[in-house]
């Protein structure tokens, strides 16, 4: 079975499972809107991944995690992220996939994807990264957040158990990297903190191979464990997800304060960032605090931050919600412009004009988007092609 339907078999049979009183025809309408998303790829001519293995469910690998203090009576405390859960014997934390074996922590998704393949670079989004090449993409079960409109909920709110996984090493990872002609591969679907050890050890792999290490996270992981992810990655794509701790508390199940620091420590560090926030009407649209979170991103990160303002499609939690309105995120690009902020994109709009990468000086677009494909570039090593500005990015 190849990866793509291993994450459409994880799909169908979460969906029937929490759904029992699915209809045929609800099942087939979900069937095929799950299957064309996953086929998205062989949509756009991408390559496919070669490697065939076995799919299994349960577990496959464990690895003891480096980021865990013993405490009394066999128990341990996380020191991962900044749940810090305090963990009894036989028992797992809040992400469902590190568990405590007789006082030690162990990551139980070591090598054990759930879903992998072959994207656009544009798709996680970064659009200051290599345009129009593509990245080796996976992820395992699990997540340390609970978001009421995961988008992927069907594989990051699951334990390992759960799911079908492959066993695939980090070798082998970075070999079926290499062959799909891939530049880079992308720790992203859920939250990549989940398999930290596994991320790290592959990290290692792929920049030894000249392959560039990017993740779309959540931004939830202590400063430690982050500072040595840094050593390895060589791009970051954060949601930030609002900017108000009670959105993070009563929609995500996280803080926003560790994500902001988390957001200084990457640039401190020098990885390239973008930020992506996903506009859910009622929920996190307030114009006055999107104001707010952009003067905050061009106080302590600089101008030149890109940040997605995405389109919120109803589901998981959140169906009775509508779309985001087009006119919201033109305006959440209007107030980013005028707090400062110089590359501001729409999301989830394909053919819009917030797609595309405009330079801030001269203002000529210099990368032109539809959707997940790349029209033309106008940057020379990169700078504007017109008037010669640096433009901020993973160019070659």
């Not at 405490?71 to 963990?87: A, M, N, S, T, Y």
């Not at 996680?124 to 997540?143: E, I, M, R």
């Not at 699951?158 to 082998?172: G, T």
């Not at 307030?286 to 106080?299: D, G, N």
């Amino acid at each position: 079975m190849s990866e793509p339907l291993i994450c459409f078999e994880n799909l169908l049979r979460t969906e029937a499972s929490s759904n029992p009183r699915l209809t045929k025809r609800q099942f087939l309408k979900f069937c095929g809107a799950s299957f064309c998303m996953l086929s998205a790829a062989s949509l756009f001519g991408l390559p496919k991944i070669s490697r065939a293995q076995t799919a299994t469910k349960g577990l496959i690998k464990t690895k003891l995690s480096p980021y865990f203090i013993p405490l009394d009576g066999g128990e341990i405390q996380c020191e991962l992220c900044p749940h810090r859960c305090r963990v009894a014997k036989g028992k797992r934390g809040i992400c469902r996939v590190r568990e405590n074996h007789d006082g030690k922590y162990y990551s139980l998704v070591y090598g054990n994807p759930c879903a992998v393949q072959i994207d656009p670079i544009e798709k996680k989004p970064f659009f200051h990264v290599l345009p129009a090449t593509t990245s080796f993409s996976l992820a395992t079960a699990g997540c340390n957040f609970q978001c009421k409109f995961c988008q992927n909920w069907e594989i990051s709110q699951a334990a390992p158990e759960d799911v079908y996984s492959k066993e695939l090493s980090p070798e082998i990872v970075v070999k079926d990297a290499k062959e799909s002609g891939a530049h880079s591969i992308a720790y992203t679907y859920v939250e990549p903190t989940i398999f930290y050890e596994y991320m790290i050890d592959i990290g290692a792999l792929a920049k030894k191979s000249g392959i560039l290490n990017v993740y779309h996270s959540n931004g939830f992981i202590n400063p430690a464990p982050l500072k040595h992810l840094c050593k390895v990655l060589d791009a970051a794509n954060i949601d930030l997800k609002g900017f108000t701790e009670n959105f993070y508390r009563d929609v995500c199940g996280g803080e926003l304060n560790p994500v902001l620091e988390t957001l200084k420590t990457l640039k401190r560090e020098k990885v390239h960032l973008e930020i992506t926030n996903l506009v859910i009407p009622t929920k996190n649209d307030e114009i006055s605090v999107i104001k707010e979170m952009c003067l905050w991103i061009k106080r302590e990160l600089g101008a030149d931050t890109p940040i997605h303002f995405s389109r919120f499609h109803p589901m998981y939690k959140l169906k009775t919600l509508p779309l985001t309105p087009v006119s919201t995120l033109e305006k959440a690009r209007a107030v980013a412009y005028s707090a400062g902020l110089e590359y501001v994109y729409i999301g989830n709009v394909p053919g819009h004009e917030g797609e595309n990468t405009f330079c801030p000086k001269c203002k000529k677009r210099i990368i032109q988007r539809t959707g997940y494909m790349v029209g033309e570039i106008n940057l020379k090593a990169g700078k504007c092609k017109y008037c010669g500005k640096p433009i901020p990015g993973i160019w070659a």
